[in-house]
Nanobody
Framework: QVQLVESGGGLVRAGGSLRLSCAAS????????MGWYRQVPGKQRELAAQ???????DYADSVKGRFTISRDNAENTVYLQMNSLKPEDTAVYYC?????????WGQGTQVTVSS
């Protein structure tokens, strides 16, 4: 069993900041990528940011320069620092982890940015 527990979502005004956290536990031997996807109703889930176990990062163009992903391998935790938030960042944010060839997902946390 693998558990991904997210925290840190909420409501913020445009221009504000939020920090998401996701802790992985359980049978996580072999964990490699961790990251965050986001989804709005009626649209596909899209990658926001991801990070390898070695610290190599990848960002969606829409969040580059505003979001920073980081990772604590000792705690199996990934963070997403979101600055200069825009209303279009409003979505449910899902943590994910790649363990060998399988993706695991958190339950999602709502981020709402008001204009």
């Amino acid at each position: 069993q693998v558990q991904l527990v997210e925290s840190g979502g909420g409501l913020v005004r445009a221009g504000g900041s939020l920090r998401l956290s996701c802790a992985a536990s359980g049978n996580i031997f072999g964990i490699s990528f961790m990251g965050w996807y986001r989804q709005v109703p009626g649209k596909q889930r899209e990658l926001a940011a991801q990070i390898t176990i070695g610290g190599i990062t990848d960002y969606a163009d829409s969040v580059k320069g505003r979001f920073t992903i980081s990772r604590d391998n000792a705690e199996n935790t990934v963070y997403l620092q979101m600055n200069s938030l825009k209303p279009e960042d409003t979505a449910v944010y899902y943590c994910y982890a790649l363990i060998f060839a399988s993706n695991y997902w958190g339950q999602g946390t709502q981020v709402t940015v008001s204009s």
